[in-house]
């Protein structure tokens, strides 16, 4: 069941991210750090209302952000769309439970909610070594729609995009 979350999800969430990091590490996947994401980040989240988790048997397994804010950076690319959007963002699923469907579950989750807030497109961006979500995205019909650079991070993230709509641009 994905549900938003609260704050007693806080120290679930962040042993997710933990796991989420090493794994990262392990793959030369510099994305996430100890740096980011931070416990603020989701609290922030949960007070605007935007983080979800998918959770089974009473233990949250993932979480994914899904709002209207968009990284600066996004600015610099040519998107179809200039307003009418919505971001998913610190998206992870715990390690035990990958390859079990859940990112697609929190990726079906992020299209009825922005279709629901009448947003006609998604947004994300992900580092270009994170082959996983890089798969996941494209296995999705997003669409590249360029790449941009976070801080002191040397390689691009990967910014993609689907149309949920037939309105115009």
């Not at 999705?140 to 801080?151: I, L, P």
Request: glycine share 4%.
């Amino acid at each position: 069941m994905i549900r938003k979350a609260n704050i007693n999800d806080i120290p679930r969430i962040m042993e997710i991210t933990r796991e989420t990091v090493k794994y990262m590490n392990l793959e030369d996947n510099c994305q996430w750090d100890d740096n980011y994401p931070l416990e603020s980040d989701f609290q922030k989240d949960i007070l605007a209302d935007t983080l979800y988790v998918y959770e089974k048997n009473g233990e949250v397994n993932a979480f994914v952000c899904i709002s209207f804010e968009q990284a600066p950076e996004y600015e610099a690319l040519d998107w179809s769309r200039k307003e009418g959007y919505m971001v998913i963002h610190r998206m992870a699923v715990s390690y035990k439970n990958r390859k079990n469907g859940i990112g697609t579950k929190l990726m079906e989750h992020a299209e009825k909610v922005a279709r629901n807030s009448s947003s006609g497109c998604l947004r994300t961006d992900t580092f270009c070594l994170n082959s996983a979500m890089n798969r996941l995205l494209l296995s999705h019909g997003y669409s590249k729609a360029g790449e941009v650079h976070f801080d002191e991070i040397p390689k691009p993230f990967y910014c993609y995009e689907k149309i949920l709509d037939n309105r115009n641009k």
